[in-house]
Structures are given as structure tokens and as C-alpha cells.
């Protein structure tokens, strides 16, 4: 298990943008896939994007294709979500999450995840 810290939420209007950083602790941060969910009030926890282990693959829900980007700096231990064009659907708590080895977009697979960090989108 590696530990995960999320930062970088807050309050932004419509149209603005926020990045999200998720540092990792340990030395193995590159044997692990890592990925981003969201949960908002009375939903189920949702997939938004997932980075293979050497950061060469990406994949995003569609919700947030062509908006969102998923990257890590294995040599800073750090992946992060960078959101642009940010509306009020996309208002949750925020999760970063590890994996070992393949990529996964099912919540349950994933071994160790963040605090959560909260996202607000005004109108």
C-alpha cells in the first residue's frame, strides 16, 4: 500500500480551471497505475481517468474528454489532473488512487486512495 495526499481543490466560476496534484510516498510510485474519481452528493463514486505506470497510456471517462488530462512525474512521485472548462456537473469530492501494475477503471481494484479533495464549480 502507498500512501496518497490529494491538494489543489476549491471554489471556481464556470469556464475556470483547477489542478489537482496527488503526492505519493514510498519509492515504488512507478510500479503502481494511478487514477482519478469523483463522487457528488447521492451518487455512486465515478471513473474520470487512469495513466499507466510509465505515464504512456491515458484514459478518460467521456464526461470529461477533451476537458481533463491525467499525468505523473515518476520522479517527483506525483500524479495530477489537470481541469480546464469546468461546469457545475463536475462539482464533487475528488479522489486519487493506486493500483498495482495494469490499469483499471473500476473503483474496487484500486489498493490505496486519497483523502479526497473537494471541487465546487459555481454558475
Known amino acids: 500500500q502507498v500512501q496518497l495526499v490529494e491538494s489543489g481543490g476549491g471554489l471556481v466560476q464556470a469556464g475556470g480551471s483547477l489542478r489537482l496534484s496527488c503526492a505519493a510516498s514510498?519509492?515504488?510510485?512507478?510500479?503502481?497505475?494511478m487514477g482519478w474519481f469523483r463522487q457528488a452528493p447521492g451518487k455512486e463514486r465515478e471513473f474520470v481517468g487512469a495513466?499507466?505506470?510509465?505515464?504512456?497510456?491515458?484514459y478518460y471517462a467521456n464526461s470529461v474528454k477533451g476537458r481533463f488530462t491525467i499525468s505523473r512525474d515518476n520522479a517527483k512521485n506525483t500524479a495530477y489532473l489537470q481541469m480546464n472548462s469546468l461546469k457545475p456537473e463536475d462539482t464533487a469530492v475528488y479522489y486519487c488512487?493506486?493500483?498495482?501494475?495494469?490499469?483499471?477503471?473500476?473503483?474496487?481494484?484500486?489498493?490505496?486512495w486519497g483523502q479526497g479533495t473537494q471541487v465546487t464549480v459555481s454558475t
Open positions: 514510498g519509492r515504488t510510485f512507478s510500479t503502481y497505475a
Open positions: 495513466v499507466s505506470r510509465a505515464g504512456g497510456i491515458r
Open positions: 488512487a493506486a493500483k498495482l501494475m495494469r490499469t483499471s477503471t473500476s473503483p474496487a481494484d484500486f489498493d490505496s
